[in-house]
């Protein structure tokens, strides 16, 4: 059986290589070595493309593509349907530009995967979001770094309509990596500051988006047309405080409140995400305003049975940072967030 080329783009960065880890591509039964991968890159010779692509030298290649360009983009599906008979996959995550950040570059970037897609006859195209309690609020978004998504979501759904594209829309909750390193404490101290006490947090780890992007290209054809939100657990601060001391035996990093307040009061970003919190927390709650939510959660969690709980998520840091050495942080501005940015209200 020919094997199924799959675009990855955004393949260097944390959820693209989630999928290609749980794609287990050097597993030697089905359906995992069905598969093989071309992971689109701004920057080809960049170390984490290098060392991707030596992680899997036999199933992955690395295709330098700027997704701003898009005959650049049209001639990575033109190459691939001349050397492997076509795309049957897209892997689509793109960018996260910043809080505040214009995305109208990643609004045209996702919307020219999905037309070529279409024009291509890929078999599933997965395309990840955000949750954000449902659509009710769609219409109203403002926010330059929230309103992207939307209209490539729409945009999708659309193309399944009018030229039958094959979708899945994935809509992740809040990062639980979003809590590493000293971007993490910062981010910490202002979530235990900003919210209210009572205030539920949709979490995820990120590994899980990758297990449920894996399992719906091997099976594909039940999920066509749906979409998952996937949050391992949803809880409060102090939750997932005694969460982590239990898994680590410390409390989870933060800084301390007299620190959160001055980004709480002066950075406009920052409140929008605690106001964006609080709102999907009250619409959740109620259940009248994204009643489809919890079913959406409870599907994902069909697909993928093993998400993350914080206490688990914190567990396997700690044991990962102890084999490792080191203290699992991850590098400086993985999210394009900066300290600097944060405390001068760019970001």
Not at 258 to 269: D, G, K, R, V
């Amino acid at each position: 059986m020919p094997q199924k080329l799959l675009l990855v783009a955004g393949a260097t960065g944390k959820q693209g290589q989630a999928l290609v880890n749980a794609l287990n591509l050097t597993s030697q039964s089905q359906p995992s070595n069905e598969f093989i991968v071309w992971a689109l890159t701004r920057t080809k010779s960049s170390s984490a493309a290098q060392a991707l692509a030596s992680q899997y030298p036999q199933h992955l290649t690395v295709i330098q593509c700027n997704l701003d360009t898009p005959d650049e983009v049209r001639q990575v599906f033109e190459n691939a349907k001349r050397e492997k008979g076509g795309v049957w996959g897209v892997f689509c995550v793109l960018a996260f530009p910043g809080l505040g950040a214009s995305t109208e570059g990643e609004e045209r970037q996702g919307k020219t995967l999905a037309d070529l897609s279409a024009e291509f006859g890929v078999s599933s195209f997965i395309y990840t979001s955000s949750e954000r309690g449902g659509e009710y609020y769609d219409d109203y978004r403002a926010k330059a770094d929230r309103l992207s998504k939307v209209m490539i979501e729409r945009h999708v759904r659309a193309l399944g309509e009018s030229k039958g594209l094959p979708w899945t829309i994935l809509r992740p909750g809040f990062f639980v990596e979003n809590y590493e390193g000293t971007i993490g404490a910062i981010t910490v101290g202002v979530l235990k500051s900003g919210l209210q006490a009572t205030t539920k947090v949709q979490m995820v780890a990120v590994d899980d988006i990758g297990q449920v992007a894996a399992r719906i290209f091997m099976n594909p054809q039940p999920h066509n047309r749906q979409i998952f939100a996937i949050v391992g657990e949803c809880s409060t601060m102090a939750e997932q405080d005694e969460s982590y001391k239990r898994a680590t035996g410390y409390a989870l990093p933060a800084i301390p409140s007299f620190l959160a307040w001055p980004l709480l009061s002066l950075n406009t970003h920052v409140k929008s995400l605690i106001t964006d919190i609080e709102r999907v927390h009250s619409a959740r709650s109620g259940g009248e305003l994204c009643p489809e939510v919890e079913g959406q959660i409870a599907a994902a969690r069909e697909v993928y049975p093993g998400m993350k709980t914080v206490e688990m998520w914190a567990r396997e840091t700690k044991e990962k940072s102890q084999a490792q050495g080191g203290n699992g942080s991850v590098s400086a501005g993985w999210n394009q967030v900066s300290i600097l940015k944060l405390i001068t209200g760019r970001q």
